[in-house]
């Protein structure tokens, strides 16, 4: 059986595990305090151009948005997501656990369009009951979405530039942020990313990592005591020179991006072979993750040899299906799927 | 600097990681739902003699204790705890953060008495206003305690007990548990605590691993949906196989309770040192933290050679200071702290 | 200026004024349990047939809402609403304020549909990622709904058989519930709510008292201790017999329906003279508020001498106008306002 | 049956009433828009002396509790307050509901004093591990407090101070202001209180309402989209109106302090006679709370008669009981109760 249905299916790339092998006797202090989280943290704040950012590592994706949210918003103030959005779809209710709405605006792409969040944010205020509702306060976006699609960088500046004119917070999750970064359709790099929001998190679980994230929060109003949330949350982890020494790996020699192009690359590959065949997608995605809209009898007859993801039926015959390249997913196996599908297409 | 400020100064145990390495790239399921999660519950449900028991991996206490405590109680209850224990002081109000009140009992030793839960519990319910007071319904327990302390058998039995006739769910926070299991002075073992309590945690952190610890409930009211807990408190672990493999190997071969000798053994040489020496201590302590009272100059004489941690001032120039001996503690390490801080006494 | 605007406009019908009056200086225990509650209790447990209730008051809607949702919800679980629901759109986030979230399901109506409930609830345990998903609990209806419909017995009992298959609670919004039980086109009355729903309220705010929502329990799991659960809410009246006074009142001679009834004549008289006239209304109530599609400048040609609330833009020149009549209103107003208004038209 | 057991155990000053029947079919608009909530406000600015003041109408003490203390704290952080303090012992969590933990300090009168919370503050940052602690953010102190105590100007003074240097914010429970007011032993008056808290609130429940509670806020950042931080809490009254206008009683013609001076002087009474005969007392009070510590045996004797709260037993055959003496307590009513008790001294 050979796995498409997600990208964290393995552990992690091996420079990881060989640091966390050499490093292992080193006596360090806990929850972030050691050197290899500082270094991490520079590393960082180089790749991203921003002196002044406070990087903080947190374990799991989940975890980080809630927290950084949370950090954010007073209680009676939502954030704004897409309808798909993963906060307001996969997360049962971590958000909510926190007391904050999820304002979710539909979008057929699943993306949050800055003309939305203008229109809805107006409306807000312009509607003389708007105290009996949540007040919008901050937008919540995903890099690559759920989707696997890419906001341009024009969008993103007009998302920046609508969060500015109402005082709104700009969040971007970044958890396959890597294979958003060397796509070959985005003109968005983290240079971009870091001056147009006021928080993001660089995903180690879906790009290489055992686990971790980086949250980069670059507003001052949530570096304030920022360690405090995250121990509130629970999310602080003993061992937190286990998330420097991850992150030192993936910022030194380009490591992040390196692994995460194999994904893109063989993803393309997948695309374009479905493309060839006729295949048509649910998502037009020039990233890890591919939705092609196959036959239940197809992806039945292959149930035996590879894991897909169900992605939504679309009609009585046919299924939106994931298929999900990583960091180390092997050109072989990709080949061989493709041998096996393509005859039954 | 040989620190001994903690238990989780260092990685993890070798089997630990060789069997990270092992399994590196074998493909899985994610959210603990692979083999190696499987097989571990199978193991402690083994080691506690409870077949019955819904075994949950978390990746840290704190995060532990707020999704057990938050998935036991209503709304308008709260657990009792000592006021020294771990979530009334040293979780940052994690407990708070999901609504519930921690009802702290005062005891010179930072135990919970049964009765003072029958008092306390029996109080509550006699006042006429009770319904004005938050409701007690669960009471937490450390074992080993924040002091290194252990319950008796007969203690346990008193608190289970009561906790039974108050309809009280009894929960046992074992952050430090193998430490405590291993205690020349213990008469409790793991299946006396899977038979006394309603949940409980065998803490992975502070004993070898690189983090995880495993939930076991044994009450059906906890039980349920117990995962969807998890994931709402933004607790569930991507690449649950992480926690699976390595409780595999601290339950494999008796792997848990031998490396906690280590730091036990290694504990009662420096109390036995200190003792002799006429230092006293903070608290009686036959596990592997040990807080022996010492002049303010010996640990600043000592301090640029030795981290230790300051657990409070008793005089004007003394400080109880602990003293954690670990799972990877080596003689070498505590035979020349012991030289050099025994002739400064 | 005479409003229209909502129905709570006045303080309280008479009765209940001289009976705030005539038991001023009584001396009676607090937080309702005095002889009056009591005895309103009573009365609604007559009315509603069910001796099994628990009958407790509050303040207001919201906190109603609030306070019986999170009665009802483990942490992780959600409550089913329409989009447009009061608990989704206009109580700035109550309900994710105890940790829930809303779980909203569009409707044309603003209705929650049983066969959306099945489906929805069906969706969720069908998907293998459910764990990852907000759990369905409850479904929230309001009857009257916002825009002022009912739904039929059949409507009623469907949603409660759904509500059974599923393990899901029932809870009916009757903030204007005296204005659904009066209506012309109803064949729902108070035994079959409290038959068929698990909780509801009985609205007083909006129906003739000066404040005040009786709240229904009918599932026993509900009822377990829902006094701590006011208290622990901030919804516990220190002089509770105010609430039990306007219910004895309310609740005796059938000054509740009698009231209701004035604002559903003449929510009718308004509804026929506009149709007449060939106004099209959003919604089609037989209720006590009416939401005719107005010219914006005939809305403002009033707008010195009449107050209604915009209920939403409905192309470039006209408004969704929401004219509320209420216990109190006098057939003068309604007949000055449409003297003034049709000629408009 | 006398009570003496509560001072919310009648209805409102006939001043209220009157007030209320007389307004009853103004048409207004709700949620506290209305000219007597204006007019009220205000009053209340005026009597403070601070026209920058923010003054908002709640129904009851533990909802403006939570909401000011939610309104203005970030998720980690705490509320400093007496142990016995009303939000630490009888809310039921109220606050904790918000996710915040209520830090008690334990103190003989009751009282919070400025060196403790110095001391606190001080070991809090001190503390290098202070970040996995709750952050201490405010201070609440109930005046008079729940013991009847009254703080002195320079103890007032003097808290402020401490908080100013700590940045905390200083809250004051004036659940029974007009009882602190007006006592024979008080130097503090409205002016100072407003002067030197960042919030506080006027209760009207206890002190002549039938309920209602002026919260006052004085820092900007508390005052900031507060009335949302109603809404979403719960407290949003629909009829707003009606505090308005029992706070337009109360404070006009200096009806507030009038009526708590029948109380005090009663209060003084009952103090003298019971000093006279040899009765200890469990506080020092003032104001218009008396905790004389009783025999049983009298307690029971009387108890067909008049109705005292038990305050905890202080011995095998004493209790300490409260005599409450309210606004509208009759001087035949203690002269009565007086006359049966001495004998049985």
New interface residues.
Partial sequence: ???F??D?????C?QI?AA??E?????????GEDPHCEHARALIREAIGREDALVQFL?????T???VI??AL???Q?VIAASTGHIN??????I???????L?LPDPEGKVRASAVDEYVKAHWAD??H?????PKMVYISHPTEGGLLYSLSELEALHDVCQKHGLYLYLDGARLGYGLVSSRTDVTLPDIARLTDAFYVGG??VGA??GEAAVLLHPDLQK?F???I?????????G??LGIQFEQLFTDGLYTRIAQNAVDLAMQVRAALKDAGVPFLYDSFTNQQFPILPDAVVEELSDRYAFE?WGRVDETHTATRICLSW?TKRESVEAMLRDLLPLL
């Fill in positions: 059986m050979i796995r249905a997600c964290y299916d393995e552990g992690a091996p595990l966390l092998n490093t292992n006797f080193e006596q360090n202090p806990g929850y374990v799991g994706g989940t975890q948005n809630q927290t949370a950090a007073r209680p009676f939502g779809v996969h997360e049962t209710g971590a909510e656990a926190t007391g904050h709405k999820v979710a003389p009951t105290e009996h509702m949540v007040q679980t879906k055992l686990f005591d360690r405090y949330m121990k509130h949350q629970g999310g602080m982890l003993a061992k020179r286990l169900g180390c």
